[in-house]
C-alpha cells in the first residue's frame, strides 16, 4: 500500500476472515460514517491511476486476494485516505493462529486529526479487532524499532524507549505488541493489560472514551504524537511504564 506525507496510519490486528465474513464491508461503510463527506469509491491501477468502482461493495465481497479485502480509496491525491487488510499467516501470540490485519491512512489535516479516533474506532469495531492504534508515520516508524530480538534483530530501541518483544513472546492475542498515538483495544485487550485502573489512569482516562463493543479508545496526547516534542516522548514511555504486560514485558 502507498505511503504519504503527513500521513496518520492506521493498523488493526483482528481474527482472520472466514466464510461469508462481512467485516471488510462493516470496516469500510464504518470508516466512511467517522468521516464526514467521505467515500471510498476509488482504487489505484498498477500505474497508480484512480479506478472507478461503481460496484464496490460487491467487490469487496467478492475479492478475497490473500483472505483479506482489496485496497481503496478516496479521489484527493491532496487529501489521501486509504483502506485495505490481508492475512497474516503468522499468530499475534504463542501458538496462536493466523490473523487479519487491516492497514488505513488519513491525511493529518484539519480534518483528518480530529477523525482519528472515530475511524480508529469504526475499524476496531468494523473488524473485531484484538487490539490496534493510529499514528503519525514518522513516530510510527520509530515506535517499529522498538522491537528487537537478540538473534532475529539485534538493536537498542530509539529515544530511550523500552524493549519490546517479537509476538512468540506474548501470551495471548489480545496483548498489543505496542503502543500508538491513539490506541484501539477490545474489552478483552483491555482486561488483559489492566486497563482502566481510576487511580492510576486518571490521565489517559481524560483523553479516552468506550466503543459500542465495551472496548476503549485511549490518546495519549492532545496533539499527534510527536516525538521530538519532549512532553510527547514522555507521556509514551509513561504509558509503556504503566503497562508492562505489552510488547511482552511483563515477567512470566
Keep these: 500500500m502507498a505511503v504519504f506525507p503527513d500521513e496518520l496510519g492506521i493498523i488493526v490486528y483482528a481474527p482472520a476472515l472466514v466464510g461469508d465474513d462481512r467485516r471488510p464491508l462493516a470496516i469500510v461503510h464504518g470508516m466512511e460514517g467517522a ?3 467521505l467515500r471510498l469509491d476509488w482504487t489505484y491501477s498498477e500505474k497508480e491511476e484512480f479506478v472507478a468502482l461503481p460496484h464496490r461493495d460487491e467487490w469487496i465481497v467478492s475479492d478475497r486476494t490473500d483472505n483479506g479485502f482489496p485496497f481503496i480509496c478516496n479521489d484527493d491525491r491532496s487529501r489521501p485516505v486509504t483502506i485495505t487488510g490481508w492475512e497474516n499467516p503468522n499468530g ?60 532475529r534483530k539485534p538493536g537498542v530501541p530509539p529515544r530511550g524507549l523500552p524493549a519490546l518483544r517479537f509476538p512468540d513472546y506474548i501470551r495471548s492475542p489480545e496483548v498489543p505488541h505496542y503502543l500508538g498515538w491513539l490506541n484501539y483495544w477490545s474489552a478483552a485487550a483491555a482486561q488483559a493489560i489492566g486497563f482502566p485502573d481510576p487511580t492510576r489512569d486518571a490521565e489517559l482516562l481524560s483523553r479516552a472514551w468506550r466503543t459500542a463493543s465495551g472496548g476503549w479508545v485511549v490518546q495519549l496526547t492532545d496533539a499527534p504524537l510527536d516525538l521530538d516534542n519532549p512532553a510527547h516522548l514522555d507521556a509514551l514511555k509513561r504509558a509503556y511504564e504503566r503497562f508492562s504486560e505489552i510488547g511482552g514485558r511483563a515477567a512470566p
Design 92 to 151: 499475534l501470540a504463542a501458538g496462536s493462529p493466523p490473523h487479519l490485519e487491516v492497514h488505513g491512512s488519513l491525511h493529518l489535516d484539519a480534518a483528518g486529526i480530529p477523525a482519528g479516533a472515530n475511524v480508529l474506532a469504526a475499524i476496531g469495531e468494523g473488524a473485531r479487532a484484538f487490539w490496534g492504534r493510529a499514528t503519525p508515520s514518522n513516530a510510527a516508524v520509530e515506535i517499529s524499532q522498538q522491537t528487537i530480538d537478540p538473534v
Design 35 to 37: 468521516l464526514p463527506g
